[in-house]
């Protein structure tokens, strides 16, 4: 019986079947969980506003003091339908940043978690049939960052509030891993 060799294999179905793989695997990424925030019936997009948070470093902790509806203590990446109208966000801000060592003649990188020190109280009013975007911006070396509401309809900054300070925790290293140089 004569064994398959995998030099038998054209090479365009190998392609295939990592661009296949790739693209299934790239599927399986959590995606924005959806929260209604209005009790009722469903109502049109039209009639509505939406609230996302993509969660990569700014979280929702509550909106208008509810909760996330999982009973965590911050939404994540959400896509949460709202009425028009004021809304009370408070806001946290976690991130994650490396930098390189230098000991005398090798190199590793340091692991450092940010974390906001207190949540931010915001506030936006919402507008039919327009989508805001809560994201941030950082600066790892003066431990700051800020909140950022975007009305992604209207293609514009609608709050940008901070500086807030950050607490930075070292949360390892790769020192087995060096990297030595110049001998």
Not at 140 to 165: F, H, Q
């Amino acid at each position: 019986m004569k064994r398959l060799n995998y030099m038998d294999i054209p090479r365009f179905v190998i392609s295939l079947m990592t661009v296949v793989l790739v693209g299934y695997l790239s599927s399986c990424s959590p995606s924005l969980q959806t929260y209604r925030l209005y009790a009722g019936p469903q109502m049109p997009s039209a009639e509505t506003a939406q609230l996302l948070c993509k969660g990569d470093k700014i979280q929702i902790n509550s909106v208008n003091g509810k909760k996330s509806p999982g009973g965590k203590d911050v939404f994540g990446k959400v896509k949460l339908e709202i009425l028009p109208g004021d809304y009370h966000l408070t806001v946290s801000f976690s991130g994650k940043s490396m930098t390189m060592e230098d000991a005398t003649r090798y190199y590793y990188n340091v692991f450092y978690r940010h974390d906001s020190l207190n949540t931010v109280d915001i506030t936006i009013k919402a507008e039919t049939g327009h989508t805001y975007l809560v994201t941030s911006t950082h600066d790892y070396e003066k431990s700051i960052w800020y909140a950022i509401v975007r009305d992604e309809t209207d293609d514009r900054i609608i709050l940008n509030k901070g500086p807030y300070p950050l607490n930075k925790i070292r949360t390892g290293d790769n020192q087995d891993a060096k990297r030595v140089y110049g001998r």
